[in-house]
């Protein structure tokens, strides 16, 4: 399961970074293009971030095991 959790969050984090460049470049007078991409930048973020969260979450905490 944390595999399948890896790969959307790489996928998720990757469509953020692509769909946000394309929402930056878009020319202005092509609103639709540019809000398109930003809301499917925003929608890899924000499962970029729940993933990364789960995968922080499920990570046992190195630092306590070693003191």
């Given at each position: 399961m944390n595999k399948i959790i890896a790969i959307i969050c790489v996928v998720s984090w990757s469509g953020f970074?692509?769909?946000?460049?394309l929402a930056l470049s878009a020319?202005?007078?092509?609103?639709?293009q540019?809000?398109?991409?930003g809301f499917l930048a925003f929608?890899?973020?924000l499962t970029g971030?729940?993933?990364y969260m789960r995968i922080c979450r499920?990570?046992?905490?190195?630092?306590r095991s070693t003191l």
């Open positions: 970074w692509a769909f946000g460049y020319e202005i007078q092509d609103h639709t540019m809000v398109t991409a929608a890899g973020f971030m729940f993933t499920d990570v046992p905490d190195q630092r």
